[in-house]
């Protein structure tokens, strides 16, 4: 356990000798002082002096607040900062839950003492006083400016509050949480989960109004949450079991059948009995419970019938005799179900050995919501229970599970039956078994920070040592995370296996890690560069998740990004450590931080924290969102912290809820605790809230300041008013330079919608905004500075860092793209830039340059053709001289930039390189597989395919189709038969995608490739519109995959006929499922269509004045 921040001082609230005052104390933790008129304060009894005759302070209270009938609770607002809410007593919670409130109260009016007995406590982290806030049921109590709008959706079991513009300013600059107090029950497991945030900047007070009137209403369990400007109500209407059942214990028997596809099972559940019973409710989905037994109080039950529901995956069995609250009980279960090939839940997976006969094994993949489609189970995250799981096969398989096998047992059949140890208290999604023909290598942990345990990689025959760099990669980063967390990783051993058949690039099931078979082996004379660094970041990323995911775990799956953004920014700065010559976190301002703002910049995003309701909507949040840009605010809040203070704090977080289930506050009070900043109101509004601004930069004439000033951006342009209300902490970054011509940087933020900056004359006029890009938003500059700044790459070469310049392009093609600047601005900068020396800033300039590409791709030939005359202009240069010949041990990132700029430069049609992949290809063809390095196979493939066949297409099916290559080299085939340009060979590749050839878990691929022309697009879309029904039926809607491929089909087009014909498809069909992702699909559409109308005359005369047009 860390040790806490100091608390700070109370304030004299002028509750201390008032008249009348009396301090009634009962039970252990708090006292309430009753001033008699309906005033109040509750103080914990060791701030009080038990002799005391009257509460000495520090005092919550104010003369507007009192405790009100029918359970309200009212603040003054100008004194409530910040609420933390401490958990109520679990027998309190469990009476109230049944009992109701209103039982045994005519008028439900409420004493002090019922207030405390039927209330959660609120600590105020300014004065250090806790007030009993929180009474049952749920009520809201608003004490904002008289014009302040309530509205309430019984729907969504939420509220909205809108501020009137006139008192906006004021209310913004305190994110109007003075004006709020919501009184909230909103129970879940023991916990209540709202919260108040505090302002994020001093601020006077005038004298509190006169309070507005009281405007009550109800609703069923609401926990609001407000960021800025804008409140976004999470709804808790979510499809979650009953809880008058909690288990606590899984003791699992399965018998898989790999040739009928079929496994059947036992499993005896223990209970906890919350409340009296006579039925029982879990999830269940493609499962067949056959009977079903109740154990309680010496006495056993069967049900006589189980109520299946399919839309809410619940099965419910009902039994004679009710089971008391209280108590234990057993609930023992024989199931059988269906080993499925839809890479969800209990699923068998294919593969081909040496001879060319298929073999299977049998794997699980539980996240988000499958576990359920394996046995009878409570199947949600904050449901943790302990597993024994135990399971019969073939004596010949290698049976796996999370935990050590501590028994195998010979059975009739051949078989034997594997015993593993109990697992730790964990999620269900977590669990885990593998079956099969199975090899495996080995190696130990150091053991320096922990246990020394063994570390193994599991595949199919003959792949096993292709696993040897994650295996060494694996020990050394269980080592590393030891020492960096301060707590040991808690179980026995960790597995990894590649699995054939995989929908995901990894599942970091606790101890027992699989992995899509691409991103866990790797050979390093035949896989390239960004392949290594792929099975390194995933490797790093799954293994973070074992402490964050696993040992601490989110309540609910609107908190994914506890998980999944955490993983993301550990799997960097682990790289950082093991690989510094990777120079990762320069590639994070091009990689995940433009990820997470190109699709937050949609209309059609989501907050990182996003309401979820049902089972089929969880896999739609798996994405950038929860995956890039929840770690781009876990890099931006580190970085303000300190990284050691930040590290220091997650320390503290992981020890104390070890075991555990937390939600985003938990993280929130954790880093504060160790910083002692206030980390709620630089952070909550970036996860509260969807969407990112634009801080908007001038110059100030006559003076040596700037004036910047936010406001949301859209990448459709289009901002409404009331999607502009939103004020960001911004971290501004500001650099300029000092007498000397040094780059200094100011860390001051930016709070409210504008602020006025002094730069210095000494900086002659150089300054940067957002410097290395660690703030999560995009800078607009004036024409003139923007062309200063790309000047200043000569003249103060050592002004802007690599991240600095690669975010500037990224920045400059974002605005153009969105109408906040000019497209021949843009491609002014990347000519100026030319001479560039670094790999990231010219991985952005030629994305970019790829996006205005893509959309013109269905403009005039002649400015396509301009377009990509530009492109050999800027690359061929460069390409020539980096050269295309890779050496032993040479630079890793070097490699890249050498496979980046040979790329752009053949495929933009330069003949010396075209010239060169067409020799690399002969020779590859003919036998020489070392002909074409592997970092440039897939540009070489790309290159032959558009300048070539089907002699060529042909080919390089057949590499794809020859299970001896690797599998990256397999795939890479793949993904560039869609460069062909032959209508008959598109054709065949987009059918390929459907075909036996190709696995479901790779349908994908062949799709992709086809997008990179006119052409490709249109017989794209015409295939997915004449083959819905087989797309669907290979990946259905609860897969994560069918969003992607929904994606690639639509995306790609750019005009509002595009939208209507996409729309007029789908509207008689079902979109649950994948419905954001084609939202999204739209979203980027209208944003192409809306750039074309307003660029197309500027790029036209950028061409012309280039002598391309």
Known sequence: MGAKAEEPEGEDCGCAGREGVENVRFGPEVCVVDDGAGGGHAERLDRVDPSAERCPGPLFIRPGLEFLPKSYVM???????????????????????????????????????????????????????????????????????????????????????????????????????????????????????????????????????ALAPLKRFFASTPATMCSGSR????????????????????????????????????????????????????NVLDVKIHKATLSADGSTQESKEVEYDDDQ?????????????????????????ELNN????????????????????????????????????????????????????????????????????????????????????MSTYLLAWVVGDLRYIETHTAGEHGPKIPVRVYTVPGLEEQGRFSLDLGAKTLDFFNKEFGTPYPLPKMDFVAIPDFSAGAMENWGLVTFRTVDLLFEEEKSGAATKQRVAEVVMHELAHQWFGNLVTMDWWNGLWLNEGFATWMSWYSAHHFFPEWKVWETYVTDNLQSALRLDGLRSSHPIEVPVKRADEINQIFDAISYSKGSCVIRMVAQYMGEDVFMQGIRNYLAKHAYGNTRTEDLWEAL???????????????????????????????????????????????????????LYWIPLGLKTLDKEGKPQVSDKPLLGREQTLEIGEETKGFFKVNTDHAGIYRTAYTPAHLAKL???????????????????????????????????????????????????????????????????????????????????????????????????GEDHVQQQFKTLVFNSAGLAGSKEVVEAAKEMFKKYAEGD???????????????????????????????????????????????????????????????????????????????????????????????AKENWEAITARIPAGLSLLSGVVQIVTSSFTRQEDIDDINRFFKEKSTKGFEMALAQSLDTIKAKDSWLSRDTKDIEDFLKGKKLL
């Open 672 to 726: 504060a605790a160790a910083s002692g900043k206030d980390i709620v109101a630089v952070a909550d509004v970036w996860t509260k809230v969807q969407g990112y601004p634009v801080v908007n930069v001038t110059e100030q004439d006559g003076k040596a300041a700037i004036k910047v000033e936010q406001h949301r951006f859209l990448t459709t342009g289009d901002v409404k008013p009331e999607e502009d209300e939103t």
């Open 231 to 282: 409140l976004i109500a999470i709804p808790v209407d979510r499809e979650v079991l009953p809880d008058n059942i909690v288990p606590t214990h899984y003791d699992l028997h399965l018998i898989p059948d790999l040739e009928k596809f079929t496994f059947d099972g036992e499993v005896a559940v223990d209970l906890d009995v919350q409340e009296e019973t006579t039925s029982i409710t879990l």
């Open 790 to 888: 790309a000047k200043s790459v000569h003249e103060h070469p050592s002004a802007l860092s690599v991240e600095d310049r690669a975010g500037l392009v990224a920045d400059a093609g974002a605005l153009a793209a969105s109408g906040y600047g000019k497209t021949s601005g843009l491609l002014t900068l990347l000519e100026q830039w030319s001479s560039e020396e670094k790999f990231v800033v010219w991985d952005e300039m030629l994305g970019r340059l790829g996006s205005v590409r893509g959309a013109w791709m269905f403009e005039d030939e002649k400015t396509k053709a301009g377009l990509k005359a530009f492109t050999k202009q800027l690359s061929e240069p460069k390409a020539k001289e980096l050269g295309w010949i890779f050496t032993a």
């Open 75 to 209: 603040a003054d607002p100008f004194h409530m900062v910040h609420g933390s809410i401490s958990t109520m007593t679990s027998e309190r919670i469990k009476r109230v839950s049944r009992d109701g409130p209103d039982r045994g109260s005519k008028n439900d009016a409420m004493s002090s003492k019922e207030i405390y007995t039927r209330c959660y406590f609120v600590r105020c982290h300014r004065s250090g006083c806790v007030t009993c806030l929180f009474p049952i049921p749920v009520r809201a109590a608003c004490l904002a400016d008289p014009r302040t709008e309530i509205s309430v959706s019984r729907a969504h079991l939420s509220f909205n509050v809108r501020i009137p513009p006139a008192v906006h300013p004021q209310l913004m600059r305190t994110r109007f949480f003075h004006n709020l107090v919501l009184v909230s029950n909103a129970l879940s497991r023991q916990q209540a989960f709202t919260s108040f945030t505090r302002p994020s900047i001093p601020f006077a007070f005038p004298k509190p109004p």
């Open 929 to 1023: 597989k070392k002909a074409i390095h592997p970092n440039l196979r897939g540009g070489v493939f790309a290159i032959v395919l558009e300048e070539g066949g089907e002699k060529e297409w042909e080919h390089i099916r057949s590499v794809y189709l020859d299970q001896s290559n690797a599998v990256d080299e397999r795939n890479t085939a793949l993904r560039a038969l869609g460069r062909t340009k032959v209508p008959e060979l598109i054709q065949k590749t987009v059918h390929m995608s459907l075909s036996p050839e190709v696995k479901e878990q790779d349908i994908y691929l062949p799709l992709t490739g086809v997008r990179n022309s006119a052409e490709g697009v249109r017989a794209l879309w015409a295939f």
């Open 313 to 337: 995956q619940t099965a419910t069995m009902t039994f004679g005799s009710a089971v008391p609250a209280g108590g234990k009980a057993t609930l023992k279960m024989s199931f059988t179900g």
């Open 342 to 425: 839809l890479m969800a839940g209990f699923y068998r997976s294919a593969y081909k050995d040496a001879e060319g006969k298929t073999n299977y094994i049998a794997s699980t993949q539980m996240e988000p919501t499958d576990c359920r489609r394996a046995f009878p189970v409570w199947d949600e995250p904050s449901l943790k229970a302990t597993f024994a799981v135990h399971i019969t096969a073939e004596e010949h398989f290698t049976v796996l599970s999370n935990m050590q096998e501590v028994a195998s047992k010979k059975v009739d059949g051949g078989k034997k039956t594997v015993s593993f140890a109990t697992t730790p208290k």
